[in-house]
């Protein structure tokens, strides 16, 4: 079982598609197991994005993702690292395939309405900058068993 940050980006909360996108993750599956609405401040959006600081395009992208809250959640499930990626489409909405949330609500290489953790480096790194231990819930959904396979690790 895998975890994983989400970002409902000020773009996703100021266009009212929060419930648009939090409905897709639940119909395919994933358990929320943290959630809440808050500002990112310009320091926490470099620690995040700090491998993007130096790029030329960091300085509106730090204006971006600090102009309007945004919704941060962990989400858990089997290889929801990957699938959360696969649910988001290409960087850009521009390119992003049509099915994928970004293929399908953004056309903007920035204002791409989701972020999801890259790897399992990066979400164990991303989810303790939004989120404190006790926040984080361990729970069993009672559907489960009907979710996966019990022989599905
Ligand atoms: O979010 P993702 O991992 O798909 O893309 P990234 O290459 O790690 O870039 C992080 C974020 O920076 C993107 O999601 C865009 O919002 C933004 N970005 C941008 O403003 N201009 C670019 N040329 C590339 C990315
Ligand atoms: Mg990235």
């Known amino acids: 079982m895998q975890r994983t940050l ?21 119909a395919k599956g994933l358990n929320f197991v943290a959630m809440k609405l808050m500002r990112v401040t310009p320091e926490l959006a470099k620690k995040h994005y700090a ?9 509106t992208l730090e204006l971006f993702i600090t102009g309007a809250p945004v919704l941060a959640a962990v989400v858990e499930g ?3 690292i990957s699938v ?9 909405g521009l390119k992003a395939e049509p099915g994928t949330i970004r293929g399908d609500f953004s056309s903007s290489r920035q204002m791409n309405l989701v972020h999801g953790s890259d790897g399992p480096e990066a979400a164990e790194r991303e989810i303790h900058l939004y ?9 069993e959904p009672t559907i489960t068993p009907w979710v996966r396979a019990s022989d599905e690790a």
Do not use: N
Not at 12 to 23: A, D, Y
Not at 51 to 59: A, N, Q, R
Not at 84 to 92: D, E, I, K, N, P
């Open 6 to 26: 989400i970002l409902l980006k000020p773009d996703c909360v100021q266009r009212r598609l929060m419930g648009e996108v939090i409905s897709r993750f639940e």
């Open 131 to 139: 989120f404190s231990q006790e926040e984080l819930l361990d729970f």
């Open 84 to 92: 959360v990626r696969s649910m988001l489409g290409a960087t850009s």
């Open 51 to 59: 491998e993007h600081v130096e790029k030329e395009w960091y300085p």
């Open 78 to 80: 089997l290889d929801v």
